[in-house]
């Protein structure tokens, strides 16, 4: 609030701000009064309140105190052709006065999301656009996808004394986007308690996807096998078609075919071959293989018999061969080792230096007698 200070006999007042639809209050005092009269007028010079008198004819107006040193008016449902400078007079000689500024802020109508097609086809660019009207100060908009924030590109207009304010968000949609919710929200200085919005969930149609999942790994002759078609799409591509080799299943009580799941209750040879499933929409087709081979368990046993012996006799093979090498290489480090002992024996048992190098010599001269061979 801003007050306006004076000493002896003048008015002070204060700006108020206030909601469209809420209520001011207008409040002028006097620090030193002899009785003298306080008036309230309009922004257009008309005389609210002279006193305790109701000089208005506006059933909005009321008065809430009137003495000496006061005079306080309430205007209810204030609308925006309420705002502007009010004056306070003090009928001294010169009259004195002192203006308090009536700000009123428009409150934003709830949004609304204009530009969305229901459904939506996967790959369509669609323009969502947000639209708020009678705000003043201009409001902000601001737009979610489910919880996270984007942004849009927003647009103000002025319509009178408030604002038009518009927020568009460009999407290129896809799959994901199905069951989405977009939500434009309306921030603003009246709302601070409850901010308006509006929210749009996304439907979109999209072409089926297709892949077979496999209860088991290996299969083998008499175990139990179940092949789902799992499809994804919109509309649901019900039902789906399951072929074998190209042609039709074969019609035997061992194969069952109940909704999306294609069931082997005891596998045989027989079984082998690429069973193929497809599904459909108004938006196209889609479809996946699984190339079923049925093992015999026997043969399997063996062939895990005949790895478990070659697994271990390969692992002799390297143990004993790095036994070799390590036994071999201690031999070779020995044999070297005394070899540069020898030669220098020589130089060990000389008592002098001129000594050693006579030795040494002679050293070298049977060393040729005593030549040493490595394999």
């Not at 001011?24 to 030193?32: G, H, S």
Request: hydrophobic share 35%; glycine share 8%; net charge negative.
């Amino acid at each position: 609030f801003n007050w306006s200070f004076s000493l002896g006999q003048y008015p002070l007042v204060q700006n108020v701000t206030v909601t469209a639809g809420g209520t001011a209050n207008l409040t002028c005092r006097v620090e030193y009064n002899d009785n003298t009269s306080l008036q309230w007028s309009n922004p257009a010079q008309q005389t609210l309140f002279f006193g305790d008198k109701k000089a208005l004819r506006d059933n909005r107006i009321e008065l809430v105190r009137a003495t000496s040193s006061e005079l306080t008016i309430s205007i209810s449902d204030v609308t925006l052709s309420d705002e502007g400078l009010y004056t306070c007079s003090l009928f001294t000689m010169p009259v004195r006065t002192a203006k308090a500024y009536l700000t009123v802020f428009g409150v934003p109508e709830k949004p609304e999301i204009n530009g969305l097609t229901k459904p939506a086809m996967e790959g369509d660019r669609v323009t969502l656009t947000c639209i708020t009207q009678g705000s003043k100060p201009a409001a902000d908009l601001r737009w979610f996808r489910n919880e996270q924030e984007v942004t849009g590109a927003k647009e103000v207009n002025a319509s009178g004394k408030t604002f038009t304010v518009r927020s568009s968000l460009q999407l290129l949609v896809t799959r994901n986007d199905d069951g989405v919710a977009y939500t434009c929200r309306v921030d603003h200085v009246a709302l601070a308690q409850a901010p308006q919005q509006a929210t749009e969930v996304l439907e979109v149609h999209y072409a089926p996807r297709v892949e077979i999942i496999h209860s088991l790994a290996v299969p083998q002759e008499g175990q139990y096998l179940k092949l789902e078609c799992v499809s994804r799409g919109n509309p649901s591509p019900d039902p789906v078609m399951w072929t074998k080799d190209g042609g039709e299943l074969p019609d035997l009580d061992r194969i069952i075919v109940e909704g999306r799941e294609l069931t082997f209750t005891s596998l045989n040879k027989t079984d082998n071959g690429t069973y193929r499933c497809e599904a459909s929409n108004h938006l196209g087709t889609s479809s996946a293989e699984y190339v079923l081979y049925v093992y015999d368990p026997n043969a399997l046993g063996q062939h895990g018999t005949d790895h478990a012996l070659i697994g271990g006799v390969v692992a002799v093979v390297v143990f004993v061969t790095l036994c070799l090498i390590i036994v071999l290489g201690r031999y070779l480090a020995r044999h070297k080792g005394t070899y540069l002992t020898n030669e220098a024996k020589g130089a060990d048992d000389a008592p002098d230096a001129d000594t050693a190098i006579i030795n040494a010599e002679g050293h070298h001269a049977h060393a040729e007698e005593k030549k040493e061979y490595f394999i």
